[in-house]
């Protein structure tokens, strides 16, 4: 079955950076678009970034990340990646990778992403 494991949160000061990285299985990740998602408390689930499938690999990002986020793709790892540089206090949210397969949407465990002074 469809599984999607996240890791690499953490705490760190803004302006800081961290690399989330999420390992997928059970589909064919080269096959399918990728997708980064975050919710702070009290607030609804958001997308952060984007990215095709293998061959176009066209990204796309919230305006809130762009020129700070970068998403990435390792499908000989079937790994997503998600590099955060200058951190904000905003960023704090627990942060999900996303995969829809046969029209059915997954979602990974998600990862804690703190900002703090």
């Known amino acids: 079955q469809v599984q999607l494991v996240e890791s690499g949160g953490g705490l760190v000061q803004p302006g800081g950076s961290l690399k989330l990285a999420c390992a997928a299985s059970g589909f064919t990740f080269s096959h399918y678009s990728m997708s980064w998602y975050r919710q702070a408390p009290g607030k609804v689930r958001e997308l952060v970034a984007a990215?095709?499938?293998?061959?176009?690999?066209?990204?796309n990002y919230a305006d809130s990340v762009k020129g700070r986020f970068t998403i990435s793709r390792d499908n000989a790892k079937s790994t997503l990646y998600l590099q955060m540089n200058s951190l904000k206090l905003e960023d704090t949210a627990v942060y999900y990778c996303s995969v829809r397969v046969f029209s059915r949407l997954y979602w990974g465990q998600g990862t804690q992403v703190t900002v703090s002074s």
């Open positions: 990215i095709t499938a293998a061959g176009g690999s066209t990204t």
